[in-house]
């Protein structure tokens, strides 16, 4: 078992490795640096605590933990995922736990571990999260977890134990709620791993109940990330997991919502279509255990991905928020483009928010078209202009025409009413020559829309 054990380490630390370096992207310089918290409170299992506290902290911040693979750690984490990098642009704070065990694998298997307040790995988290909350004006609302391999494994386990703490959660290639739980003080649960351990819906429902018994609150929101030719955490687990947060929400095993988001992968939604579903999927195809985080689509998923317009510093994280002056910014316009028309029609208004995750030659841009307005839009077309150097290759939740320069973004028929008020969110992939901005503006069947 011992032999196991360090072979499924080695293993995980060659791809985990691969992975980080392939997720690390250059980023805008900044003074905030990852530092190390000790004394942070009750930890059983001696974990390590770091923290990450971007320049400028919105005035109620979220809160992101971000947990390691085996063999890895918390620095790792920061350096080889863009969490931080988010972090800097919309304002939340991220804090980076790390497993001092040999193993460096979080503890997910133990009695202790899979009951509330039982001990080991996820009460030393709690503690951390309790630290934040007590220094910063964290928004209790805004508290989310997320994690790779044993990290998405706790990422399951913690929010099964602290549904009042924990808003949602993304597992990129982990297991459910109690499914590695063993005795005799092994780490490692084969059959768990290899897929082996399906149970209903109910069943896999009550084991997350019991470790949290007479709880009727609310249940965290899920996302769930699994590619089909996991050579580590078999694919079965996907599907098991997706059983046991639809069942904690009392949801249907049939999808509300499905699309593609980008080639290969299979993206569905249950108990709601839009985006902030209570459960969301994605299934890539041929992808192993070294799957890409999709850090800005966990963040998106969370709701993360809102600036505060008054964003405030860091120093002195006691005091009062004091509004900082937003600094005007001009957009580049094309001289084909008119100018941004000063005010809208009576009984309309639009805005919208374009995040781009950029890498070597490639991105993904997600675009959220949101009615401001009092009536409905019934059928829409958003045009924009494409940067330089800027193809789209394929999209999701709308037609694109041309594919690069002055593009126009139609609606697809299970999204052409936008009520008002609601929003509705389309992306695409792109190639890109270097050139990653995003455009200058946006027109809704003709109207500029606020950005």
């Known amino acids: 078992m011992k032999k196991t054990i360090r072979l499924w380490c080695a293993a995980l630390a060659a791809i985990a490795l691969t992975a980080l370096i392939a997720l690390s992207v250059s980023s805008p310089a900044s003074a905030a640096t990852l530092t190390e918290v000790t004394n942070f409170g009750n930890n059983p299992s001696n974990l390590r605590m770091h923290l990450y506290v971007p320049d400028r902290v919105a005035p109620r911040p979220g809160l992101l933990v971000v947990v390691h693979y085996c063999t890895g750690s918390g620095p790792a984490m920061h350096t080889g995922t863009q969490f931080a990098s988010l972090a800097d642009q919309y304002g939340y704070i991220v804090i980076y736990p790390s497993a001092t065990r040999s193993s460096k694998c979080f503890d997910v298997y133990t009695a202790q571990a899979l009951r509330r307040g039982g001990g080991s790995d996820p009460v030393g988290i709690m503690s951390m999260v309790d630290y934040v909350t007590a220094r910063y004006p964290v ?100 599907g098991e997991q997706v059983k046991q947060w639809t069942n904690l929400h009392g949801l249907s095993q049939t999808p509300t919502f499905t699309d593609s988001p980008q080639a290969g992968y299979t993206r569905t939604r249950y108990g709601s279509a839009g985006g902030n579903a209570p459960v969301e999927a994605i299934s890539m195809q041929g992808v192993t255990h070294n799957l890409p985080v999709d850090a800005a689509q966990a963040v998106r998923f969370f709701g993360l991905n809102v600036t505060n317009p008054t964003p405030t510093p860091t120093s002195s994280p006691t005091r009062p928020p004091t509004p900082t002056p937003t600094p005007t910014v001009t957009p580049t316009v094309s001289p084909t483009t008119p100018p941004p028309s000063p005010t809208l029609p009576p009984g309309a208004g639009c805005q919208v928010r374009y995040e781009v995750n950029a890498w070597n030659t490639g991105l993904t841009a997600s675009v959220t ?61 792109a190639n890109h020559s270097g050139n990653t901005d995003r455009p200058a503006s946006f027109t809704l069947n003709g109207m500029f829309c606020s950005t």
């Open 139 to 238: 928004d209790p609302a805004r508290i989310f977890a997320t994690g790779t391999s044993s990290g998405a494994m706790m990422t399951n386990v913690l929010l099964g134990l602290y549904p009042d703490v924990f808003a949602a959660g993304a597992a990129f290639a982990g297991v459910p709620f109690g499914c590695f739980a063993t005795t005799g003080g092994s780490e490692w649960n084969s059959e768990c791993a290899n897929g082996q351990i399906i149970r209903t819906p109910q069943q896999w429902g009550d084991l997350v109940r019991n470790a949290y018994p007479g709880y009727t609150g609310p249940r965290p929101r899920m996302q769930i990330w699994h590619g089909t030719n996991d050579d580590i955490l078999r694919y079965p687990n996907f």
């Open 369 to 429: 078209i949101t009615n401001t307005g009092s009536t409905a839009v019934n059928g829409w077309s958003l045009a924009f202009t494409l940067p330089a150097g800027q193809t789209i290759t394929n999209g999701w939740n709308a037609t694109y025409s041309p594919t690069s320069g002055a593009v126009t973004a139609r609606n697809v028929s299970y999204n052409s009413t936008i009520a008002p008020k609601t929003s509705t969110t389309i992306g695409f992939q």
